[in-house]
């Protein structure tokens, strides 16, 4: 065939042409072509139906029951407690315990309390459990399959906490009643599926860090912004209408009507923006020793919690971080020193260091008070640095985020033996209940 050509005479040549196109269009190479169109369409919706239809496998149930082998405790009614954080997380490992380990392995995706209250010879418990199964499955048959699961436990297995089963109930609840009640809890992210996000380890950032990878990912960040001056600080969000910043951050102006507040990955375009309508700086600020570095900002009207807003929780005041305990710091402040303001929010995770260790000769000998809490790394490399001050340094407690430091002060950035400084927030816990109510 490919020698045929020769043979014609010039006026065959059209045909010559048409016998190439068929020759390119033979049936080998056309059916690997629709094969090639149908492979790609094939792995557009599979990917289209993954990210769309694993969101419609979420179950979320509402589950309620009472203990009898506690007593409650008044802390309970606190979320932020100790006492009420402890047994949370007792809870919820039992949950998992019971869900993971049974036949259904895989399916249970996690749980959260919502509340515990006082009940005759016990305590009640609130919880939300998520489960992912196929969506041809029903509410009704899932709800007897986890109703079955965790009453064979609780026959055979030695459970913690002894749970009465006339008492139990669960109720299929939709993804919007799931998300109000997890609203009412601070320092959770969500993504857009409405699903609390697994922590993961994201790492480095600010001086050495990383962009953010999710839109709602730090949802209680803010820039502070000075009209017409743009990016001046971070601040965390604590309720719909109060922000936790540094009091150095309005060394230069204190007067709110000339400072707005932005939420969301980047400055520019914002998620949610407020105007300010309060600033309180703690009346013990000291400037040169930069003592008592924290302020409160109040927003001249409320934001709504969403994805991408959410307030971060306050450590109780007698929490205790151990040295080296991971947290994150996230911020639009420079990446080096003397650098420019970045648009896309950037996170680092560093380590807590020991006042005492920080207050070494060869570190800040002797510059770090009570009120203060050292993060970063010894060797230096990750950082916050300019313009990440008065944002958030966070913990992450089983999910749940807490707001442990404010970026205060340091020297340069990054440096060996000179980590970040931060307002330690636990001292504070009682000033901010007075000036909020919070
Ligand atoms: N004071 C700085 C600011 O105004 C932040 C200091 C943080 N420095 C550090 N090395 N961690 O933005």
Not at 103 to 116: A, N, P, T, Y
Not at 131 to 145: A, M
Not at 179 to 203: D, E, Q, V, W
Not at 366 to 394: F, H, N, Q, W
Request: net charge positive; charged share 25%.
């Amino acid at each position: 065939m490919m020698y045929a050509p020769v043979r014609y005479s010039e006026a065959d040549y059209p045909r010559i042409d048409y016998q190439r196109r068929e020759q390119f269009w033979d049936p080998i190479r056309l059916t690997l072509f629709i094969l090639a169109i149908v492979a790609i369409i094939g792995i557009a919706i599979g990917i289209v139906t993954h990210f769309v239809v694993e969101d419609d496998n979420s179950f979320y149930y509402l589950a309620s029951f009472k203990v009898t082998n506690i007593k409650y405790k008044e802390n309970y009614g606190m979320r932020t407690s100790r006492d009420f954080i402890e047994r949370s997380h007792q809870i919820e490992k039992m949950m998992s315990r019971i869900f993971r380990n049974s036949s259904g392995e895989g399916r249970f995706i996690k749980s959260h309390v919502i509340k515990l209250s006082p009940e005759k010879n016990g305590v009640n418990i609130l919880m939300v459990l998520v489960f992912r199964y196929p969506s041809t499955d029903n509410t009704e048959r899932i709800r007897k399959k986890i109703e079955r699961i965790l009453y064979q436990t609780m026959k055979t297995k030695q459970l913690p906490l002894t749970i009465n089963k006339p008492s139990f109930t669960l109720t299929s609840i939709d993804r919007k009643k799931m998300r109000n009640l997890l609203k009412s809890r601070c320092g959770i992210r969500m993504t857009s599926s409405y699903m609390p996000l697994l922590a993961f380890s994201s790492t480095e950032r600010i001086v050495q860090g990383r962009k953010t990878s999710m839109e709602g990912e730090w949802p209680w960040q803010a820039s502070l912004q000075l009209k017409g001056k743009g990016h001046q600080c971070g601040a965390s969000l604590i309720s719909n209408t109060w922000m936790l910043t540094a009091a150095h951050c309005f060394r230069k102006n204190k007067d709110p009507s000339q400072w707005i507040v932005t939420f969301g990955t980047t400055i520019t375009p914002p998620a949610v923006q407020r105007s300010v309508g309060k600033i309180i700086i703690h009346e013990n600020y000291h400037q040169e020793t930069n003592e008592n570095d924290i302020a409160l900002a109040q927003l001249a009207t409320r934001v709504e919690f969403s994805n991408v807003v959410q307030r971060v929780c306050l450590p109780d005041s007698s929490i205790k971080l151990p040295p080296k305990t991971s947290v994150f710091v996230t911020g639009f402040g420079s990446i080096v020193d003397d650098g420019p303001t970045q648009n896309h929010l950037r996170q680092a995770r560093v380590e807590t260091i020991s006042t005492e260790v920080c207050n070494r000769k060869d570190v800040y000998d002797g510059l770090v008070t009570s009120g203060m809490l050292c993060a970063g790394y010894m060797e230096g490399k990750i950082d916050a640095c300019k313009g990440d001050s008065g944002g958030p340094l966070v913990y992450d407690n089983h999910d749940i985020w807490y707001l442990v430091g404010i970026v205060s002060w340091g020297q340069s950035c990054a440096l060996p033996k000179k980590p970040g400084v931060y307002t330690r927030v636990s001292r504070y816990r009682d000033w901010i209940a007075l000036k909020t109510g919070i």
